[in-house]
Every structure is written in structure tokens, then in C-alpha cells.
């Protein structure tokens, strides 16, 4: 079992910069890929980026290459989602996920286990 908690959120003015972090209980973090996904109200839960087990590979979608980097610290069990450039549309709750083993995915679906969210809201 894994427990994953996302802090970092808030809100930020358009162009600004936030970090989130997601910080995972147990001691088998190194062996989970991790993934950040956002909700932005009536939309579906969507992909931004993840990790692999070993921080060697990474992922990202479209819209947020060249903004977001994700990296991780295994020896803190913790996951960051750097933002940097935020627009209005990156609001949403941002959720950390984790997905045992050494497939990275890229769909909800397909993770185990999940934070509670953390809310970013960007204004213009």
C-alpha cells in the first residue's frame, strides 16, 4: 500500500511558477513510476507528465513541454512537478499517481494508487 499526498498548489498569476511535490509513505517508492495528472472542472482527468522508477526517463504531454519538468528524489520518496510559465488553462486540481514496476503509463487507469489533489489555479 501506498499513501501519496501532493502539496504545492495555490494561485498564481499568469506567467508565474509553482512546485508541487508528492510525497509517498512505504519504502519501495523506487520501485513505482510516478505520474502527475490534472481536473479542471467538467473536464476529464488528463496526463501531464511522468517518471520513470529510475528518474531516468520522463514524459510529458504537449501542452506543457518546455514548461513542466517532473523529477523525483527517491531517497525522500518524493515526486516534483516543477511549473513554470503557467497559463489560465493550467488550472485545475493536480493529482500524483503511482504504478508499481517498470512500465511508466500514461493513462489514469492504468496507475494504483492516487493523492487527494492539490488545487492550481492561474490567473490572467
Known amino acids: 500500500q501506498v499513501q501519496l499526498v501532493e502539496s504545492g498548489g495555490g494561485l498564481v498569476q499568469a506567467g508565474g511558477s509553482l512546485r508541487l511535490s508528492c510525497a509517498a509513505s512505504?519504502?519501495?517508492?523506487?520501485?513505482?513510476?510516478m505520474g502527475w495528472f490534472r481536473q479542471a472542472p467538467g473536464k476529464e482527468r488528463e496526463f501531464v507528465a511522468a517518471?520513470?522508477?529510475?528518474?531516468?526517463?520522463?514524459y510529458y504531454t504537449d501542452s506543457v513541454k518546455g514548461r513542466f519538468t517532473i523529477s523525483r528524489d527517491n531517497a525522500k520518496n518524493t515526486v516534483y512537478l516543477q511549473m513554470n510559465s503557467l497559463k489560465p488553462e493550467d488550472t485545475a486540481v493536480y493529482y500524483c499517481a503511482a504504478k508499481r514496476g517498470i512500465v511508466t503509463p500514461r493513462r489514469p487507469g492504468d496507475y494504483d494508487y492516487w493523492g487527494q489533489g492539490t488545487q492550481v489555479t492561474v490567473s490572467s
Open positions: 517518471i520513470n522508477w529510475r528518474g531516468v526517463t520522463t
Open positions: 512505504g519504502r519501495t517508492f523506487s520501485s513505482y513510476a
